[in-house]
Nanobody, 123 residues
Framework: QVQLVESGGGLVQSGGSLTLSCAASGSIFEIYTMGWYRQAPGKQRELVATSSTGAKTNYSDSVKGRFTISRDNAKNTVYLQMNSLKPEDTAVYYC?????????????????WGQGTLVTVSS
């Protein structure tokens, strides 16, 4: 079993900042990529930012220059610093981890997702 526990969501005014955290725990062999996706009401889930092995980062164009992803590999934790928030950033933010995990008798490479944390930006 692998768990991703998110924290840090909430209500903030436009122009404000929030920091999301996500800690992975459980039967982890190695995590290659951790990151964040978001889903706004009535829209599809979309990439926000990811951090991969070798400190490679990837951001959606809509958050470049405003959001910063960072990762503590020793703690299997990923952070998302969100600055200059806009009402269109309002969404449920989901933590994502692609890695290799212990199954009963073998290793298994797969995606894991958190339950989501709501970010609401008021205008």
């Amino acid at each position: 079993q692998v768990q991703l526990v998110e924290s840090g969501g909430g209500l903030v005014q436009s122009g404000g900042s929030l920091t999301l955290s996500c800690a992975a725990s459980g039967s982890i062999f190695e995590i290659y990529t951790m990151g964040w996706y978001r889903q706004a009401p009535g829209k599809q889930r979309e990439l926000v930012a990811t951090s991969s092995t070798g400190a490679k980062t990837n951001y959606s164009d809509s958050v470049k220059g405003r959001f910063t992803i960072s990762r503590d590999n020793a703690k299997n934790t990923v952070y998302l610093q969100m600055n200059s928030l806009k009402p269109e950033d309002t969404a449920v933010y989901y933590c994502y981890a692609m890695g290799t995990y212990y199954a009963v008798t073998r290793l298994e490479t797969r995606e894991e997702w958190g339950q989501g944390t709501l970010v609401t930006v008021s205008s």
